[in-house]
């Protein structure tokens, strides 16, 4: 028995000596910006980690392979995010947040607020909801500094800042939240930049080139090395004016196996004409990007 209390001790020290000394490798590790595109399949999803260590989510996937790609990139005891963006609320964007919500504290959720009545809108409405409120009293009285989930509506012209990293909201120009859209939300998205020393990465969801005609007339700085190709490809998408206004040097495309035949030859052609390098999830699989501030390097 006495045995069986020793080994069960030098266990709990030697995964308490592991933490620590990943907690110690963690503050001491590379100072670069991590922007790593996920193969979710046929839907959008990124993860940021700023030289400070803050971690960022853009877009969920249609499944929970986000789940799989956080456990690869993430120590297993770290179950918490700082900031999660969702671009819009349609399921190949949002499906593997719902999972993420189910299992990690998220610090600050931003998106639209636009309103939808199908299924996972109603489980993303509760989940979020569930979020903003403390787990137990227990817990309100043993951690003095918890607090919920804080919901963010996203409005063109602010800015958050995650120490070195600027994250510029650029679009949509109005305040959805609360708003029931008949049409697709497509063009209602959240259209964010990441800009980190001179390095910058332009997400833009899955807005059409409507959207991207008025980001353009704006008069909005759109300059930026990465671009991640609006949805997954579309012909609607990705038009010669807005790649004039981004000139971006390389296009990330988020695609997986569909029907829709994304990545369509229209825009491949749009993106090749003026030499951008052209990466994608179904062929290249995760495309992980380094940042130093001054050059960006694919892993």
């Known amino acids: 028995m006495q045995k069986k209390y020793i080994l069960a001790i030098a266990g709990f020290l030697f995964c308490l000596n592991v933490i620590c000394w990943g907690q110690i490798f963690a503050l001491t590790g590379d100072r670069l910006l991590k922007v790593d595109f996920l193969d979710v399949g046929q839907g959008d999803s990124a993860f940021i980690q700023t030289p400070q260590g803050h971690q960022i989510i853009i877009d969920g996937g249609p499944n929970s392979a986000l789940l799989q790609k956080l456990s690869e990139r993430m120590p297993f005891w770290d ?27 998220v610090d600050y959720f931003l998106w639209t607020g636009v309103v939808k009545k199908d299924a996972e809108n109603k489980k993303l409405a509760e989940l979020l909801d569930k979020a903003q409120q403390p787990v137990s009293k227990f817990l309100m009285a043993s951690l003095q500094n918890f607090s919920g989930t804080k919901i963010i509506t996203a409005d063109s012209g602010e800015e958050i800042k995650a120490g070195n990293l600027l994250i510029d909201i650029l679009y949509p120009f109005e305040n959805l939240a609360g708003k029931e859209l008949k049409n697709t939300s497509n063009d209602a998205g959240v259209v964010v930049k990441l800009i980190f020393g001179e390095n910058s990465f332009l997400f833009t969801g899955d807005i059409s080139s409507k959207a991207e005609k008025e980001l353009v007339n704006s008069g ?26 981004v000139k971006p040097e390389i296009a990330v495309i988020e695609v997986g196996k569909n029907s829709y035949g994304h990545p369509t030859p229209e825009t491949l052609q749009r993106l090749e004409k003026p030499g951008i390098k052209v990466l994608r999830t179904d062929i290249n699989g995760d495309i992980d990007f380094v940042s130093d501030g001054y050059t960006i390097k694919i892993k």
């Open 220 to 245: 909005e700085n759109l300059l930026s090395d990465v671009l991640k190709v609006a949805h997954h490809g579309s012909k609607y998408s990705t038009s010669d004016i807005f790649l004039s206004a």
């Open 79 to 105: 179950k918490s995010i700082d900031l999660v963006i969702l671009t819009h609320p349609e399921k190949d964007h949002m499906t593997g947040l719902l999972d993420l919500l189910s299992k990690y504290k």
